[in-house]
């Protein structure tokens, strides 16, 4: 079992930023890929970004490409998110997510969400 819990979200203008944090909790951290989910009201969740088990390897999806990073803390357990130059269509709940096989192709664990909310 692991456990995810986000934090870091919270109210931002437009052009700003904002870093999610995920602190990860159980079974051994390094062997799962990593990534973020959002889901804005009416929609459905989307991809955001993933960061395979070694950290050698990101993805994004286009529509945040060159404004969002991924890292990742083997360390401390932790995945973070960067986010800059932020827009009001990244208003949205952000999902961490853990997947042995990387989460592209199967999430095996959800946090539990963090609002995050962008006002032009």
């Known amino acids: 079992q692991v456990q995810l819990v986000e934090s870091g979200g919270g109210l931002v203008q437009a052009g700003g930023s904002l870093r999610l944090s995920c602190a990860a909790s159980?079974?051994?951290?390094?062997?799962?890929?990593m990534g973020w989910f959002r889901q804005a009201p009416g929609k459905e969740r989307e991809f955001v970004a993933s960061?395979?088990?070694?950290?050698?390897?990101?993805r994004y999806s286009d529509s945040v490409k060159g404004r969002f990073a991924i890292s990742r803390d083997s360390a401390k357990n932790t995945v973070y998110l960067q986010m800059n130059s932020l827009k009001p269509e990244d208003t949205a709940v952000y999902y961490c997510?853990?997947?042995?096989?990387?989460?592209?192709?199967?999430?095996?664990?959800w946090g539990q969400g963090a609002q995050v909310t962008v006002s032009s």
């Open positions: 960061i395979s088990w070694s950290g050698a390897s990101t």
């Open positions: 159980g079974r051994t951290f390094s062997d799962y890929g």
């Open positions: 997510a853990a997947g042995l096989i990387g989460v592209r192709t199967k999430v095996d664990y």
